[in-house]
C-alpha cells in the first residue's frame, strides 16, 4: 500500500475482516491488525469446535463479499423447536415463513478460512503484526479487548452464573435440517444445531450449565459426557458420540459505556498534532447471552453499519469525523440493546423455579406457539436483525 492507511482495525477476527472488506469494497484504504496465520495443521485449528447461527442479513452481507462457506460448512435450518420445562413447545418452520431457511449453521474454521482468503487477494487492505497511526482506528478484538481497556472505556458487564460447553457430536439419527432447544428446570439451556448439511448426522452442542457444574460436565469420560447430552435432549437424535474436544467459557451480558472517541495524544507529540478517532464494534463493544444465537449477527451488523456510515459521508469528510462515528453509535446501541435484554429477559425468566413461574411460562410457550402472527413477526425481526 503506497499510501498510508485511512483506517486501522484492531482484531482479525470475523467482524474485523468483514469490516475490512467492505472498507477497501469503497476504496478505504485499511491496515489490518493481525497475529501470524496459524498451520492448517495446528492443533488448535482442528479443535476449533465453534459454530455460529447466522441470519439472512449476515448471509446477504458475507455473500457480497465472496466470504460464504459451500454447503457443507453452512447447513441451513429448515425448523427450529424450542422445549420448555414442562410441556412447553415453540415450533418455528420456514416453510411457513415462506423462506429457504430460518438461519444457517455455520462452522466458523471454514468461515475463517473465507475471509482469510478475501482479505489476501484485496490491495486496499495490508495485513500488520502491529498497530499503525490513522484517522480511524476500529477495535474488533473481542470482549477481552486490552485496546478497549487502554482507552479508558467502561465495559459494563453482568455475570451469569453459567459457563457454556461446546462441542461437536455425531448422532444415531439424521437432524434433518432441524435446530432444537431445550430449557430445564435449572434455568440450563441445551442447543443442538444441525451440522453438515440437511441430511447430515452432526450437530454442534452449546450446553449452557449452572457454573458450579461446569468441571464436573467438562471432567466426564466421553462416553459419558455423551449420555448425559442424550438424556438432557430426551434422545431425540438417538445415540450420541462425542467427535471433539470440549471448550467452555463463563457467560455474561456486557456494553461499552462509549463506541466511539479521540485517541489519546501520544507523549512528545508535538503542539499541532490531532489524533485519530476510534470506535468498537463486535464483542469489544457488546456481548449477549447466546440462547438466541445473535451475537455474531450483531457483530456482522456492526460491521455493516460504519462502512454504509463512512460509505455516506461527504467527501470532505474524514473517516475519524466525529459526527459520522456518533451516527454509527446511536444506530447501533439501539439494537444492540434490544436484543440484550430480550435474551437476558429469556434467561431470567427460565432461571427462576419458583410456582407459579413454571407454570406460567411453560403456559405462555404453548400459546405463543398458537399464535401463528405473532410468531411470524418475531421470526421476521430475528432473520434480519
Known sequence: MALPPEVCIRGAGIVGRTLALLLARERVRVALVAPA??????????????????NSASRTLLESLRAWPDAAHATAVREMRVYGDDGGHVAFSALQQKVDALTWIVDVPALERQLADAVRFQPMIEVVAEPVAAPLTV??????????????VSYEVTRYPQHAIAARLDTERGHDGIARQWFNDRGEVLALLPLGGEQGRSVALVWSVEQFRAPEVMAQDADTFATAVGEASHDVLGA??????????????????????????PAGAPAHHTPGAWALAGDAAHTVHPLAGQGLNLG?????????????RDYWRSVGDARLLRRYERARRTDVLSMSLATDGLQQLFSHTTEPLPALRNWGMRGFDRTRMLKHWVTRQAMKS
Do not use: F, H
Not at 477495535?139 to 479508558?152: F, I, N, Y
Not at 456482522?300 to 455516506?312: G, H, S
Open 37 to 54: 496465520v496459524a498451520s492448517p495443521n495446528d492443533s488448535a485449528v482442528r479443535q476449533d469446535v465453534r459454530a455460529y447461527a447466522l
Open 300 to 312: 456482522l451488523a456492526d460491521a455493516a453499519a460504519l462502512a454504509e456510515v463512512l460509505r455516506q
Open 240 to 265: 450420541l458420540t462425542l467427535a471433539s474436544e470440549r471448550t467452555a467459557w463463563p457467560l455474561q451480558r456486557a456494553i461499552a459505556d462509549r463506541w466511539t472517541g479521540r485517541m489519546p495524544v
Open 139 to 152: 477495535v474488533c478484538e473481542g470482549k477481552a479487548s486490552a485496546t478497549r481497556e487502554a482507552l479508558g
